[in-house]
């Protein structure tokens, strides 16, 4: 039987393009390509996310690593900018400072000030403090404040002298001296005008003794109402004191907040803030009534930081948390590192005697927080991986404010001295990157994922090929080489990294979008261009990059293939055997994928028990292999077992499989090892197959293809090229070939060959050479074909085994006789 019909050309085996399209003799014609190629899709709704300024229309940008989804979100983010900055629009940005909090310190309050009036307003705080000191300074050095308070104290002191001088007279006229101790004044008996001594005392009579302890408890009535009188008096002068300190600081310090009153009054955080500040000096002149904190002698710290850490002038310290000073535009953050600090903000502590401390100062802004008013993009995937990220950001979205808070509160653990700053407003466009599995994951699985990211940018691993989009492959190219200062490329070198970019996507009517790996392409071509000391980037060298970087790469593809090669790997690629089929399989290892074939072999035998897979029995099989083989069974029945039972049990195996089998693009191949196995026809072994099959007998798409075919055509290559062998695979997948040069060549010469089917019944005339017939109106096949010699195994199967069963019922039956005619006696 002549396969012509069935082979392909060698034409149809791979899409190349032609050099003559491009009008330039290098990329340097060309200008660089400004828009991206082929992703209307996702530039659109980039677009429009980015332009919706209601709530919740984040953007969550889909797609495969290196489509350009970050580059092209930025560029987007500038042009918005740069759109708004030509219409004049104001951007809104503001500083944000948190400052002390007097009724609650560790709850620092945060304010927001217009844009670059932060440090501003940090500096002229520290201005403030330096003016109460002088002022104060000065006001309380003064003469005349000198001389109004020891004229205060005096007068205290002279009242005092006096009270203190009558009690004592009266004393001596009862006989008493009153003498000050160290535990105070006490009243003492004289004799002869002196103070009388112990003994003296004793030896008087009881008495003289009840007499004068009589007078001694008057006395001390009156110097206890003298005490309380003197104390109270000492009470007067200092409130008097404090009442002149409070004047003097009132007029001094009400001056000096006066104008920051004015200034700030738009601000209500600010002034809360000034009458706090104002207050609290106020409150604590002592403060500032010498110019500089005394420092303890041996510590060599402010006295304030030997005794507990309280620095009595932190109120004056200003922490501008986000500084807009000097941006022009609205921020855009690309945090490459989200994890809680980053992303949210930070709480520092300084480690002080044996504890840790913490204050407004040492708060630290994250990501969120530099963004307000701007971007922030980020990759889901990272973001999910830090713990607490992705439940605080859902949080600080939906609020829109950013809590800074302590990881360790978020772990369950206890935190020194926890701040509880108050949150700060924000108005940021969220922008994540990812995968499309993770959308769909938290689309099913986050019930706040939709209200939060309303709009998905689905970037496309693939682009039509038309000369619009090869022409802007060009000038991405020539971008590209100014970018990673390369050599250009001439119209052949594009040509081929065209070609090369449909093979990745193995569609000749498409390109790939994926432009990472063409920047990868075009340093590597670089090189071998520099080594062969060209001016420009030809075919040869993007062809030399491609080759070198599949030998770096496919050792373990070599080792499979020395193994067949050796025979402990046991595939034939020449001779015929029944019931036995090479099938095609893809090894992919993350940087590279090639084809390997496996030998399958089916035995049929007499039987109901239908396909058994092998594979699955020993738990070797995956559930998709699983589904492919069931088919079969379905497929045999629906053609053969249209007048009796399906009479069959075969079985199915890969042999020398020691892994796991999954995937259904060796169904087929395994239905080829079932009927050949029925009709005793041998198969071609230099034919290797691939393809999955469907219960009417169609062969269906498989992934893989070139792979397949080039892991084959290098064993058979290995083993010896006699000419005819070749691979059969599904007719649907002609526009996939986008085979290497070497095995077209090989075509060309008649070495090799690729068949296409679009039935079983064409593979299997391909594979035993025999036709496969058609079915009559009477329900037979044409003698002397494939479902002939089939359709006459499974009738004859059916008749041994219902033979085999009558025989089996006519002995059950006759050994039951006997045992009924006993028990009837």
């Given at each position: 039987m002549r396969l012509k019909k069935y082979e392909v050309p060698a034409e149809r085996l791979r899409w190349q393009c032609d050099p003559g399209i491009f009008d330039f003799e290098c990329t340097a014609d060309l200008a660089p390509l400004q828009e991206f190629i082929g992703q209307a899709r996702a530039t659109r709704a980039v677009e429009f996310g980015m332009n919706m300024l209601n709530t919740?229309?984040?953007?969550?940008?889909?797609?495969?690593?290196?489509?350009?989804?970050?580059?092209?979100?930025?560029?987007?983010?500038?042009?918005?900018?740069?759109?708004?900055?030509?219409?004049?629009?104001?951007?809104?940005?503001?500083?944000?400072?948190?400052?002390?909090?007097?009724?609650?310190?560790?709850?620092?309050?945060?304010?927001g000030l217009p844009q670059g009036k932060g440090k501003a307003f940090r500096d002229e705080i520290t201005e403030l403090l330096n003016k109460i000191r002088d002022g104060l300074g000065q006001a309380f050095s003064s003469e005349e404040y000198k001389t109004q308070k020891q004229k205060t104290v005096e007068e205290a002191q002279a009242e005092q002298q006096k009270m203190f001088e009558e009690i004592s007279a009266d004393a001596r006229r009862q006989g008493f001296v009153l003498q000050m101790t160290a535990t105070g004044p006490v009243l003492i008996p004289m004799k002869d005008d002196r103070p009388m001594q112990e003994q003296e005392y004793l030896s008087l009579s009881d008495d003289v003794k009840k007499d004068l302890d009589s007078k001694q408890a008057e006395l001390r009535k009156k110097l206890k109402e003298i005490l309380e009188t003197a104390g109270s008096v000492q009470t007067k002068a200092v409130e008097r004191l404090q009442q002149v300190d409070k004047g003097i600081g009132e007029y001094t310090v009400s001056g000096l907040f006066g104008s920051l009153f004015e200034k700030y009054s738009d601000w209500p955080k600010v002034t809360q803030y000034l009458t706090?500040?104002?207050?609290?000096?106020?409150?604590?002149?002592?403060?500032?009534?010498?110019?500089?904190?005394?420092?303890?002698p041996?510590?060599?710290?402010?006295?304030?930081?030997?005794?507990?850490?309280?620095?009595?002038?932190?109120?004056?310290?200003?922490?501008?948390?986000?500084?807009n000073d000097g941006a022009r535009v609205s921020p855009v953050i690309l945090e490459s590192n989200p994890n809680f600090g980053n992303i949210f903000g930070k709480i520092e502590r300084q480690f002080l005697f044996g504890g840790y401390l913490s204050n407004h100062t040492m708060l630290k802004a994250g990501a969120l927080s530099k963004a307000n008013g701007g971007y922030l993009l980020l990759s889901v995937k990272d973001v999910l991986m830090n713990p607490g990220v992705w439940p605080a950001l859902k949080r600080a979205i939906k609020n829109q404010e950013v809590r800074i808070e302590d990881p360790?509160?978020?772990?369950?653990?206890?935190?020194?001295?926890?701040?509880?700053?108050?949150?700060?407003?924000?108005?940021?466009?969220?922008?994540?990157?990812?995968d499309a599995l993770l959308y769909q994951m938290l689309s099913i699985y986050d019930e706040d994922f939709w209200e939060i990211f309303k709009v998905k940018a689905d970037f496309d691993s693939q682009i039509e090929r038309t000369e619009e989009n090869m022409l802007a492959y060009a000038a991405f190219l020539s971008g590209c080489c100014e970018e990673c200062k390369a050599r250009h490329f001439d119209p052949s070198g594009v040509a081929k990294v065209i070609e090369y970019s449909a093979r990745i996507v193995a569609d000749q009517e498409r390109l790939s979008s994926r432009f990472a790996q063409v920047k990868d392409w075009i340093e590597e071509a670089n090189y071998w261009a520099l080594k062969d000391n060209a001016e420009y980037i030809s075919s040869r060298h993007v062809q030399r990059a491609v080759d070198e970087k599949l030998f770096r790469h496919n050792l373990l593809d070599e080792r499979i293939r020395d193994m067949i090669r050796r025979g402990t790997i046991m595939i034939d690629t020449e001779g015929e055997e029944v019931g036995q089929v090479n099938g095609l399989s893809v090894y992919a290892l993350g940087d590279i994928s090639f084809g390997k074939p496996s030998r399958i072999t089916a035995r049929t035998f007499l039987g109901r028990g239908g396909v058994i897979n092998i594979e699955r029995e020993s738990q070797l099989s995956g559930p998709i292999h699983n589904k492919g083989v069931m088919i079969l069974s379905g497929y045999l029945g629906w053609k053969y077992a249209q007048d009796r039972p399906l009479s069959l049990s075969a079985s199915l195996c890969f042999e020398q499989s020691y892994e796991g089998v999954d995937g259904d693009s060796a169904s087929s191949a395994e239905l080829y090892g079932i009927l050949?196995?029925?009709?005793?026809?041998?198969?071609?072994?230099?034919?290797?197959?691939?393809?999955?099959?469907?219960?009417?007998?169609?062969?269906?798409?498989?992934?893989?293809?070139?792979?397949?075919?080039?892991?084959?055509?290098?064993?058979?290559?290995?083993?010896?090229?006699?000419?005819?062998?070749?691979?059969?695979?599904?007719?649907?997948?002609?526009?996939?070939?986008?085979?290497?040069?070497?095995?077209?060549?090989?075509?060309?010469?008649?070495?090799?060959?690729?068949?296409?089917?679009?039935?079983?019944?064409?593979?299997?005339?391909?594979?035993?050479?025999?036709?496969?017939?058609?079915?009559?109106?009477?329900?037979?096949?044409?003698?002397?074909?494939?479902?002939?010699?089939?359709?006459?195994?499974?009738?004859?199967?059916?008749?041994?085994?219902?033979?085999?069963?009558?025989?089996?019922?006519?002995?059950?039956?006759?050994?039951?006789?006997?045992?009924?005619?006993?028990?009837?006696?």
């Amino acid at each position: 039987m002549r396969l012509k019909k069935y082979e392909v050309p060698a034409e149809r085996l791979r899409w190349q393009c032609d050099p003559g399209i491009f009008d330039f003799e290098c990329t340097a014609d060309l200008a660089p390509l400004q828009e991206f190629i082929g992703q209307a899709r996702a530039t659109r709704a980039v677009e429009f996310g980015m332009n919706m300024l209601n709530t919740g229309y984040n953007i969550y940008v889909a797609g495969l690593t290196g489509t350009g989804k970050t580059s092209i979100v930025k560029a987007y983010i500038e042009r918005v900018i740069k759109e708004r900055e030509a219409r004049g629009e104001a951007f809104g940005l503001e500083d944000w400072c948190y400052v002390y909090n007097f009724s609650e310190p560790d709850n620092p309050l945060i304010c927001g000030l217009p844009q670059g009036k932060g440090k501003a307003f940090r500096d002229e705080i520290t201005e403030l403090l330096n003016k109460i000191r002088d002022g104060l300074g000065q006001a309380f050095s003064s003469e005349e404040y000198k001389t109004q308070k020891q004229k205060t104290v005096e007068e205290a002191q002279a009242e005092q002298q006096k009270m203190f001088e009558e009690i004592s007279a009266d004393a001596r006229r009862q006989g008493f001296v009153l003498q000050m101790t160290a535990t105070g004044p006490v009243l003492i008996p004289m004799k002869d005008d002196r103070p009388m001594q112990e003994q003296e005392y004793l030896s008087l009579s009881d008495d003289v003794k009840k007499d004068l302890d009589s007078k001694q408890a008057e006395l001390r009535k009156k110097l206890k109402e003298i005490l309380e009188t003197a104390g109270s008096v000492q009470t007067k002068a200092v409130e008097r004191l404090q009442q002149v300190d409070k004047g003097i600081g009132e007029y001094t310090v009400s001056g000096l907040f006066g104008s920051l009153f004015e200034k700030y009054s738009d601000w209500p955080k600010v002034t809360q803030y000034l009458t706090g500040l104002k207050a609290y000096v106020l409150d604590n002149l002592e403060l500032f009534k010498g110019t500089e904190e005394p420092v303890h002698p041996l510590l060599g710290v402010p006295v304030s930081q030997a005794m507990g850490g309280k620095n009595p002038l932190l109120p004056f310290q200003v922490n501008v948390f986000v500084d807009n000073d000097g941006a022009r535009v609205s921020p855009v953050i690309l945090e490459s590192n989200p994890n809680f600090g980053n992303i949210f903000g930070k709480i520092e502590r300084q480690f002080l005697f044996g504890g840790y401390l913490s204050n407004h100062t040492m708060l630290k802004a994250g990501a969120l927080s530099k963004a307000n008013g701007g971007y922030l993009l980020l990759s889901v995937k990272d973001v999910l991986m830090n713990p607490g990220v992705w439940p605080a950001l859902k949080r600080a979205i939906k609020n829109q404010e950013v809590r800074i808070e302590d990881p360790f509160e978020q772990y369950g653990l206890i935190a020194p001295q926890g701040l509880r700053p108050e949150p700060m407003p924000i108005k940021v466009k969220v922008i994540l990157t990812g995968d499309a599995l993770l959308y769909q994951m938290l689309s099913i699985y986050d019930e706040d994922f939709w209200e939060i990211f309303k709009v998905k940018a689905d970037f496309d691993s693939q682009i039509e090929r038309t000369e619009e989009n090869m022409l802007a492959y060009a000038a991405f190219l020539s971008g590209c080489c100014e970018e990673c200062k390369a050599r250009h490329f001439d119209p052949s070198g594009v040509a081929k990294v065209i070609e090369y970019s449909a093979r990745i996507v193995a569609d000749q009517e498409r390109l790939s979008s994926r432009f990472a790996q063409v920047k990868d392409w075009i340093e590597e071509a670089n090189y071998w261009a520099l080594k062969d000391n060209a001016e420009y980037i030809s075919s040869r060298h993007v062809q030399r990059a491609v080759d070198e970087k599949l030998f770096r790469h496919n050792l373990l593809d070599e080792r499979i293939r020395d193994m067949i090669r050796r025979g402990t790997i046991m595939i034939d690629t020449e001779g015929e055997e029944v019931g036995q089929v090479n099938g095609l399989s893809v090894y992919a290892l993350g940087d590279i994928s090639f084809g390997k074939p496996s030998r399958i072999t089916a035995r049929t035998f007499l039987g109901r028990g239908g396909v058994i897979n092998i594979e699955r029995e020993s738990q070797l099989s995956g559930p998709i292999h699983n589904k492919g083989v069931m088919i079969l069974s379905g497929y045999l029945g629906w053609k053969y077992a249209q007048d009796r039972p399906l009479s069959l049990s075969a079985s199915l195996c890969f042999e020398q499989s020691y892994e796991g089998v999954d995937g259904d693009s060796a169904s087929s191949a395994e239905l080829y090892g079932i009927l050949s196995s029925l009709s005793e026809l041998p198969i071609k072994q230099g034919i290797a197959v691939t393809g999955s099959v469907n219960q009417k007998g169609e062969i269906q798409p498989i992934g893989g293809v070139n792979q397949k075919i080039e892991g084959f055509f290098r064993v058979c290559q290995a083993k010896g090229l006699n000419g005819d062998q070749g691979v059969l695979i599904p007719e649907q997948n002609l526009r996939n070939l986008m085979l290497r040069e070497d095995v077209i060549e090989a075509v060309r010469q008649g070495q090799f060959h690729i068949y296409s089917a679009r039935t079983i019944d064409e593979g299997i005339e391909i594979l035993t050479g025999l036709r496969t017939g058609k079915r009559k109106k009477d329900g037979s096949y044409p003698e002397g074909t494939v479902n002939y010699l089939v359709d006459k195994r499974l009738e004859e199967m059916a008749k041994r085994l219902k033979g085999f069963y009558a025989d089996d019922k006519k002995e059950a039956a006759q050994d039951r006789c006997p045992q009924n005619t006993r028990s009837s006696r």
